[in-house]
């Protein structure tokens, strides 16, 4: 199984980027998507999940409004199309997947499999 995250980029306070994250070696609409973030010196924390089917989404608090996750099960990718960047948004975002349907797991350790992580940096 591999996931690969990639979008990440260095934007300014207001700007919007989009990261994808490709999955291959699964069977891409048994899983859960989910979107976490891990700034320096901070843990990791949650951000986002997706169903299987992608009707259903989960957002932080933080990213709400803000943030919108979206997957096309063809592709075997999932979206985050992050508006109104600010520089607390600054961290190295990663996609995970959950086997199953619990769209409600924020744990990061239940998570199956994940990618490398793409860097996100919001300037002030």
């Known amino acids: 199984v591999h996931l690969q995250a990639f979008g990440g980029a260095l934007v300014q306070t207001g700007g919007s980027l989009r990261l994808s994250c490709a999955a291959s070696?699964?069977?891409?609409?048994?899983?859960?998507m989910g979107w976490f973030r891990q700034a320096p010196g901070k843990e990791r924390e949650f951000v986002g999940t997706?169903?299987?089917?992608?009707?259903?989404?989960l957002y932080a608090h933080s990213v709400k409004g803000r943030f919108t996750i979206s997957r096309d099960n063809d592709k075997k990718t999932v979206y985050l199309q992050m508006n109104s960047l600010k520089p607390e948004d600054t961290a190295v975002y990663y996609c995970a997947a959950l086997y199953g349907n619990n769209m409600y797991q924020r744990e990061s350790r239940e998570y199956n499999y994940w990618g490398q992580g793409t860097q996100v940096t919001v300037s002030s």
């Open positions: 997706i169903n299987s089917n992608g009707f259903r989404k």
């Open positions: 070696g699964l069977i891409f609409s048994h899983y859960v």
